[in-house]
């Protein structure tokens, strides 16, 4: 039983997801226990609401992403929906909505933390490597599966594993497709720590009130460095719009846009030329 580490307010009704609040955390978490939590269309597209309330509500300055009950945090796309073109939803239409999730973690720029009980599978497993922290209950299990179910991600899925724990444990997890347990994961610098199921909670929640007493900003930049290389002029474009908020705040940076408005030529001359 993992133990409540929080007085959790539900800010939001999903069918597939759980959307909660408490001490400028939100708690989002796949709700489809009977499927391992498995993801269809729907879970997806609510998760990337989700995401976008947490990303977009000044209140909220880290995120949990969690799966519900302890035996599974995701274990990837829901292969009963998995027609001949993609993961079907209710109306039909083939998806493989789950990138663009994937894109959104990274890009949000808050702490997105995985709380992982359980299985970790499939896209589940790079659903937990895409966050910025993993914390792993001790009955974690994590792989892909890819290659035995007739599907891969050479995207994240493969680039992001590779530099997460380096090339050769990448492959190995990709060509083999075995689990590995959560000391082995440990051990490959795939989750940031192991804790009791029953702590499971406490110590996620723990790791993210340290993070709120933490600059903001220092986060929302460090994070920005962190993937811009990965995710090449899309990731320069993120840390570069963060350095365009912060010159924003500046008298240097004011003075351009009032001179524009005050019909005057700009006075740059009294800032410094800094080394
Ligand atoms: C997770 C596993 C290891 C759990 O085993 P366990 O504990 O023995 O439970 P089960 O009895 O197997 O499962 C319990 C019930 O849950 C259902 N279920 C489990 N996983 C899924 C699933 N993924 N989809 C649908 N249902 C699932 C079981 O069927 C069972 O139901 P009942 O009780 O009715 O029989 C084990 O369950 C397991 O191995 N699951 C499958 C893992 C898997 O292969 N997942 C899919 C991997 N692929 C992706 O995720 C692809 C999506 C993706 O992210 C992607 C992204 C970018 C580019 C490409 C892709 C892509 O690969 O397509």
Redesign the pocket.
């Known amino acids: 039983m993992i133990r409540t580490a929080a007085d959790w307010q539900s800010r939001h009704a999903y069918s597939d997801i759980r959307y909660e609040f408490a001490e400028g955390i939100a708690k989002i978490t796949i709700a489809r226990p009977?499927?391992?939590n498995?993801?269809r269309p729907e879970t997806v597209k609510e998760l990337i609401d989700a995401f976008h309330r947490a990303h977009h509500d000044n209140e909220i300055g880290a995120i949990i992403l969690a799966g519900e009950g302890p035996?599974?945090f995701c274990?990837?796309?829901?292969?009963?929906?998995?027609g001949a073109e993609?993961?079907i939803d209710e109306g039909g239409t083939p998806h493989?909505n789950?990138?663009d999730l994937?894109m959104q973690i990274r890009r949000l720029p808050k702490p997105v933390v995985a709380m992982v009980a359980?299985?970790a599978?499939?896209?589940?497993?790079?659903?937990h490597l895409v966050c910025d922290l993993s914390i792993a209950a001790d009955n974690a299990?994590f792989?892909?599966?890819?290659p035995?179910?007739?599907?891969?991600?050479?995207?994240?899925?493969a680039g992001l594993l590779a530099r997460t724990i380096g090339m050769k444990k990448a492959k190995e997890i990709w060509l083999l497709c075995r689990?590995y347990d959560a000391q082995q994961a440990l051990a490959m610098g795939l989750v940031n720590t192991v804790v009791p199921l029953a702590r499971l909670e406490e110590e996620t929640v723990q790791w993210c009130r340290e993070m709120l007493q933490l600059s903001p900003m220092a986060l929302r930049m460090i994070k920005a460095g962190f993937n811009a290389d990965t995710d090449g002029l899309a990731g320069i474009q993120e840390l570069a719009g963060n350095a365009t908020g912060l010159f924003y705040q500046t008298a240097e940076g004011q003075e351009g846009r009032n001179a524009w408005l005050e019909r005057r030529p700009p006075d740059f001359a009294k800032y410094r030329k800094r080394p």
């Open positions: 009977q499927k391992r498995a993801f035996d599974a274990s990837g796309g829901d292969q009963t929906v998995r993609g993961y493989l789950v990138l994937q359980g299985y599978i499939g896209g589940g497993h790079v659903l299990r792989g892909q599966t890819g035995r179910v007739g599907s891969f991600d050479a995207g994240l899925g689990q």
